[in-house]
């Protein structure tokens, strides 16, 4: 990954300005004005796009709770140590129209935003730029689908033309960010060589390999066609698309994909899920890092299947791991402080320079294994290597070295073969992997398989199971209350794919 980017930050500390400037604007409305980011070279754009992308999935630069807040506490790896009040509506499940609304918000108005400029570059040359507009708008699109369902897509980012886009159906977004992942290679595919404007330093992913943004491309789909195999219907379709996506030849993923625009231990330049939960520059341990900690169920779960990751997900103390209950109230006094549970581990907190991980390669290898299992066809290896893949690229990327003992065990839900139910091990060995990193995903695999089985819920919990989705924002409904659907159940609506 890209370390040593030393203009990132100030460029996208300008276009951040530029930004701001038309943020008078509704989100949803990429307006055309003296100020607009069009104005802004591509170049410039890149970086700050994808700097927004990273905030989204791990917190913000102000501090604020993203997609790893709240989807680790919901999927039970996070509780909170003795002496904060930290996560009190994420206890209660506390679902309402404010509740984490800067995942739609900043959705809309960061990122889409600034990568729709990018798709709509006319100029030939800028075809790197535009494919990759188009690649990362999938990618968080679906991410909107997958924790909302319908929303607004085809109407969305038109400029001033429609400040009140109407809301599509999230089936039907589906098929096309298909569409879209597929146009986006062939337009890499199908660039003019002498005249194409290379994409290179101002790429915070790939580094402007054009290969690995193809291989993304295809990692996105089988992200997309994964969430839908628990439905039945849709079987013929997922292989045709596993099909195009063989014959496409540029394969999957095959390392973490990260986000780094030069992340530093400097003031302002710290990776964002490390400012918040780690430490500041001078070495301090946040608020965060200190009210953080393991959940005794997941600790319990880690120690009883010998699984090594448990000293690397979580920091051990010298008096051994411990966890705490989520929503307990009444603290046994000096019992469960921070310095006597187990806080985020050296594996999750590597340094402020870290990479933000949008998609783990564990993951990719575990949906390849639920394609496999499922009978489909096309798929590179069979479901138990890629099984075994996915435990060894998490073991990897925290650093706790070969997992062959490990998976070798005679454990359900570990060893492949001694697994009572092959489905249910995949979908837990993706909750572990993920576990602090992109933790989205295993609350979304939880709403449509029930797996990991057994997860407890909250103490606080006036419902006897987590949010299948969270409501669409009261800034929404103000803003374009006419379009926005009845907010469905938060506890019962589950997304299209997951009924």
């Not at 209660?92 to 809309?108: A, D, G, P």
């Not at 030939?124 to 607004?152: C, E, N, R, S």
């Not at 002498?194 to 789909?221: L, P």
């Amino acid at each position: 990954m890209i370390k040593n980017m030393k203009n990132i930050f100030k460029y996208t500390n300008l276009l951040l300005v530029i930004l701001l400037l038309a943020s008078c604007d509704d989100y949803l409305d990429v307006n055309t004005d003296p100020n607009n980011p069009t104005t802004v070279s591509p170049e410039l754009i890149l970086p700050a796009a994808q700097k927004y992308t990273g905030e989204i999935i791990s917190a913000s630069d102000e501090g604020a709770r993203r997609y790893q807040g709240l989807a680790n506490l919901f999927m039970y790896n996070w509780s909170q140590s003795n002496g904060f009040n930290w996560y009190p509506d994420e206890f209660k499940y506390l679902v309402t129209t404010s509740f984490y609304t800067r995942i739609f918000e900043q959705s809309y108005y960061d990122a889409l935003k600034a990568y729709e400029v990018l798709v709509e570059l006319e100029d030939t040359k800028y075809d790197y730029y535009k494919a990759i507009g188009m690649i990362m708008q999938a990618y968080h699109f679906q991410l909107l689908v997958d924790t909302y369902g319908d929303i607004p897509y085809s109407e969305a980012l038109q400029r001033g033309g429609n400040a009140t886009p109407a809301y599509d159906d999230a089936q039907t977004i589906y098929d096309d960010l298909i569409v879209k992942l597929t146009d986006a290679i062939a337009i890499i595919d199908n660039v003019d060589d002498a005249t194409i404007e290379e994409v290179e330093t101002e790429d915070a992913m790939f580094a402007g390999d054009m290969t690995m943004w193809k291989q993304f491309a295809n990692s996105v789909k089988l992200r997309i066609l994964t969430r839908q195999m628990s439905m039945g219907t849709r079987d013929a379709y997922i292989q045709t698309e596993l099909d195009e996506i063989a014959a496409e030849g540029s394969g999957f993923i095959t390392a973490d994909v990260g986000i780094n625009p030069g992340y530093a231990a400097e003031e302002g330049k710290q990776n964002p899920f490390w400012n918040l939960y780690g430490y500041d520059p001078a070495g301090t341990a946040e608020m965060s890092n200190n009210a953080t900690c393991a959940t005794d169920y997941i600790l319990d779960y880690l120690s009883s299947t010998n699984d090594p990751r448990i000293d690397y997900i979580y920091e051990e103390p010298a008096t051994g791991h411990l966890g705490v209950v989520q929503g307990l109230l009444g603290y046994p006094q000096g019992q469960l402080t921070p310095a006597l549970v187990s806080n985020l581990g050296p594996g999750i907190l590597q340094g402020a320079d870290q990479d933000v991980v949008i998609y783990t390669l564990a993951e990719c290898y575990f949906n390849l294994a639920e394609a496999a299992y499922r009978g489909f066809s096309n798929i590179p290896g069979s479901a138990q290597a890629n099984y075994e893949a996915g435990i060894q690229a998490s073991f990897d990327y925290l650093g706790a070295g070969s997992a062959s003992t490990y998976y070798s065990q005679t454990i359900d839900n570990v060893g492949y073969n001694f697994s009572t139910d092959p489905l249910e091990a995949i979908i837990t060995q993706k909750w572990i992997a993920t576990n602090s990193i992109t933790a989205e995903q295993s609350w979304f695999d939880y709403n449509r398989t029930d797996f990991p089985s057994g997860l407890p819920i909250s103490l606080l919990s006036s419902t006897p199971d987590r949010p299948v989705r969270l409501y669409y924002p009261a800034s929404e409904i103000s803003s374009n209350g006419a379009n926005v659907p009845a907010q469905p159940d938060a506890f019962t609506a589950k997304i299209f794919w997951a009924n």
